[in-house]
């Protein structure tokens, strides 16, 4: 059974750092692209960021260039997004996400390119 968790979410003064970490089980997790998605109350779920397999593509929303940095260790199946420069805006349920096509530099950007996913966690930028 795939299981994805995920970590570091809380609350942060705008302006502020926060890292979150996403664990995975039940899979090989090196195989497979990783990425990043939130949702703010009343709106959709959008993408945040996303890396391949290798390591060696990311992407990111537009929103979140510069400040965000995704990164991943496959040794310990697990993805990380360094949050700098919150804003207020950033605030939303953050989901860890797993995709399902292994090719090496693939970076799905959207939601329905991924097959599993982590339950969330809570980041609230204050102002």
């Known amino acids: 059974q795939v299981q994805l968790v995920e970590s570091g979410g809380g609350l942060v003064q705008a302006g502020g750092s926060l890292r979150l970490s996403c664990a995975g089980s039940?899979?090989?997790?090196?195989?497979?692209?990783m990425g990043w998605f939130r949702q703010a109350p009343g709106k959709e779920r959008e993408f945040v960021s996303g890396?391949?397999?290798?390591?060696?593509?990311?992407a990111y929303a537009d929103s979140v260039k510069g400040r965000f940095t995704i990164s991943r260790d496959n040794a310990k199946n697990t993805v990380n997004l360094q949050m700098n420069s919150l804003k207020p805006e950033d605030t939303a349920v953050y989901y860890c996400?797993?995709?399902?096509?292994?090719?090496?530099?693939?970076?799905?950007?959207?939601?329905?390119?991924?097959?599993?996913w982590g339950q969330g966690t809570q980041v609230t930028v204050s102002s």
């Open positions: 996400a797993t995709g399902s096509i292994t090719l090496p530099e693939y970076v799905p950007t959207k939601g329905s390119q991924y097959a599993f």
């Open positions: 039940g899979r090989t997790f090196s195989t497979y692209p």
């Open positions: 890396i391949a397999r290798s390591a060696g593509s990311t």
